[in-house]
């Protein structure tokens, strides 16, 4: 059986969480500890990260899974980029304590772990993000900041933790666009207008927080990554 096989199973395994049987691929068939998917670029420890797996997460890093080389997928995307955008704030946490300097990594979008955390109203890994140093006005490639990504997204706390970090509320994108213009809704842009308000009077930001529907909300955009469902393997009959 080729090694091709081998490192799907090995993906499969790492999906479904069987650490015990993720070690077995790594020893006995000597498959490298990153193994990359072919179609994506993912290494495994993307895909325990994205089905929150964080024992295999754990036993990767403190194997050294990117103690060489920083992992990458085929559209720049980081790990933190992914346990940000699957919600996965433990294994954010483990992570960047081990490898800081990525908080200033960009994917292919221009995108830093910080607008993808705000796209995903992840404000603990925000909050950590900015305490470590991330800009809080870095534009994406568009020259959308973390803000207007939060204004689109109708994230009225995230909203507030931005510009009470420093986030500026009239700067423009690519197509002269302010937060304001983005604005997920009629309240979003009100709460924004109400903590800038704050800010130029010199007042407390005020708190708010909308209970919003997902039918009204739009996906959220992916981060150019295919992952496969964990499937049922007897992965006994390969050893």
Not at 195 to 215: D, F, L, Q, W
């Amino acid at each position: 059986m080729g090694d091709e096989i081998y490192q799907h199973l090995l993906r499969g395994a790492v999906a479904e969480g069987n650490l015990f049987q993720v070690k077995r691929f790594i020893t006995r068939k000597g498959l490298p500890l990153q193994c990359p998917d072919p179609t994506n670029g993912w290494p495994i420890l993307f895909y325990a990260m994205r089905y929150a797996q964080n024992e295999i997460v754990m036993f990767l890093l403190e194997a050294g899974h990117d103690a060489r080389e920083i992992s990458k997928d085929f559209a720049n995307n980081t790990a933190l980029m992914v346990a940000a955008e699957y919600k996965n704030e433990e294994a954010f946490m483990a992570y960047v304590a081990q490898y800081p300097q990525t908080i200033f990594c960009t994917n292919d979008e221009g995108k830093t772990a910080l607008i993808v955390a705000t796209e995903r109203g992840m404000n603990g890994i925000i909050q950590t993000l900015i305490d470590m140093g991330a800009d809080v006005n870095a534009p994406d490639s568009t020259g959308s900041t973390p803000l207007h990504h939060a204004a689109a997204w109708g994230y009225f706390d995230t909203i507030t933790l931005l510009i009470a970090c420093g986030a500026h509320y009239n700067v423009k994108n690519a197509r002269g666009w302010t937060p304001f213009d983005w604005a997920y809704s009629v309240e979003t842009r009100d709460h924004l207008q109400e903590c800038a308000t704050a800010v130029a009077e010199k007042k407390p930001i005020p708190t708010g927080h909308i209970a919003r529907s997902s039918s009204g909300i739009p996906k959220s955009p992916s981060i150019s990554a295919f992952t496969p469902q964990p499937q049922k393997i007897d992965l006994r009959t390969f050893f």
